[in-house]
């Protein structure tokens, strides 16, 4: 039998849940972390929200996500987006772990501009166990953008409050950016490593036949193979390489054609299907998008 999620609607809710009392804001809440105290009875529970969580803490605060486990032993930023399920692994007593987790409701951010661009800030489906880890001065900056935050939840709502708050939500975000860029840098010869691996993937996949039984490979194939999520695959390969995880596949699949095109006379339509393509046409459109030529033209020149 499953372990039934305990969902969270509001912001009202999540603080009834948590025995906080009434937020003074009803679509955006600071939490204290160390107030937030766990008994054996929560491990093994199950909790998800409609609201985007950005949480700080300083030391081990064990938990699964999706499908992943870490045991976090230093200073970190984690993110969750509405509808991401975690579960907790462990007892939390009061004071144990220092930290904000800050909660916002997406109705916040509707109909303002970073609203739109939430998908910018992908870290957001990063698995638990690429957090972002913080230096003592990031994490007083952040913290800095959390009393602003903190401030502006605390004064009564006016016509400039939505504004002002979204504003210093975009700074910290922004903030964020910034310091996964520098985790990237200083993670480079690692990365480099799964830069290689990818391209080994692609070389076996190919090799093995899977491009005819299975089809293309996809992000979550690569993403899996290399123990990272999709988005941190992606994002890694473009600070790397300057191209996403999709761009690799794709230039793969035409370094591929280009080959089979100039090796072989198999009919174009061929050609497609055995790169995977259900149908030529696509394989033609993305040929010329990064050729410059139809798969044809190519072969002829």
Request: charged share 20%.
């Amino acid at each position: 039998m499953s372990t039934p999620i305990i969902h969270h609607k509001s912001i009202s809710q999540l603080h009834e849940k948590l025995g906080l009392g009434k937020p003074t804001h009803p679509l955006i809440t600071i939490i204290d972390v160390s107030k937030m105290a766990y008994g054996e009875e929560h491990v093994g529970m199950k909790f998800s929200s409609d609201l985007y969580c950005i949480a700080q803490k300083d030391k081990s605060c064990a938990m699964d996500y999706g499908r992943n486990s870490y045991d976090f032993d230093e200073g970190v930023l984690m993110f969750t987006g509405p509808q991401q399920v975690f579960t907790l692994r462990k007892a939390q007593a009061l004071n144990e772990v220092q930290g904000w987790m800050l909660y916002f409701h997406p109705d916040l951010i509707r109909n303002m501009p970073l609203g739109a661009r939430m998908g910018d800030y992908s870290f957001f489906s990063y698995d638990v166990y690429e957090a972002l880890h913080l230096s003592d001065q990031e994490q007083a900056t952040l913290g800095h953008c959390i009393n602003l935050i903190q401030t502006e939840i605390s004064q009564r709502i006016d016509n400039h409050s939505q504004q002002v708050l979204v504003s210093n939500i975009e700074l910290l975000l922004n903030y964020c950016l910034r310091y996964y860029e520098r985790q990237f840098n200083t993670r480079a010869a690692q990365n480099k490593d799964v830069v290689s691996k990818v391209e080994a993937l692609l070389r076996d996949y190919y090799k093995s036949g899977k491009l005819l039984e299975a089809g293309q490979p996809t992000i979550a194939y690569l993403a899996e193979a290399c123990f990272l999520s999709p988005n941190y695959l992606s994002d890694l390969l473009k600070k790397e390489t300057g191209k996403t995880a999709k761009d690799h596949i794709n230039d793969f699949l035409v370094e591929k054609a280009k080959d089979m095109l100039m090796g072989s006379n198999e009919p174009i339509s061929g050609i497609a299907y055995a790169l995977g393509f259900n149908y030529p046409h696509y394989f033609s459109r993305l040929f010329k998008s990064k050729t410059g030529l139809t798969p044809q033209a190519y072969r002829e020149n």
